[in-house]
């Protein structure tokens, strides 16, 4: 049994790309729990998929991608968060980003938020 949650529970992961968002999916995905992630970009979804994962394209700071990503009626009892970028990437995502993720985790009535800084 994970620490995260039960096995008929749900993770939302934001920031599952690259680097510790990527390794984060791919252990939850090892330990056959049920994922469902938020991209910006197409780019590595069909990687994700292939391991199991839920995809949802859409940016942490449109509120809107990131309602419809969440209030589903699919329960979700864990948001993990590890979204930043890099100063190339444009605007940060950091606290509006997080900020949007909490929001809407509150309204779908998430269980824990965890958030990798």
């Known amino acids: 049994m994970s620490i995260f949650m039960?096995?008929?529970s749900d993770i939302f992961l934001a920031g599952a790309s690259r680097g510790v968002g990527r390794e984060i999916a791919q252990y939850l995905t090892a330990q056959?729990?049920?994922v469902k992630a938020l991209l910006r970009?197409?780019?590595v979804a069909t990687e994700l998929e292939k391991i199991g994962?839920?995809?949802v394209l859409?940016?942490?700071l449109n509120v809107s991608d990131v309602e419809r990503a969440m209030l589903t009626d699919q329960?979700?009892?864990t948001v993990i968060s590890t979204i930043g970028?890099?100063?190339t990437d444009g605007e940060r995502a950091d606290y509006p980003g997080n900020k949007n993720l909490i929001?809407?985790?509150?309204?779908a009535g998430v269980q824990k938020f965890i958030e990798r800084a």
Not at 103 to 107: R, Y
């Open 58 to 60: 859409g940016d942490a």
């Open 6 to 8: 039960t096995s008929a």
């Open 85 to 87: 970028g890099l100063p």
């Open 75 to 77: 329960p979700i009892h």
């Open 41 to 43: 970009t197409a780019v």
């Open 103 to 107: 929001d809407a985790a509150v309204k």
């Open 53 to 55: 994962i839920e995809v």
């Open 32 to 34: 056959e729990l049920k």
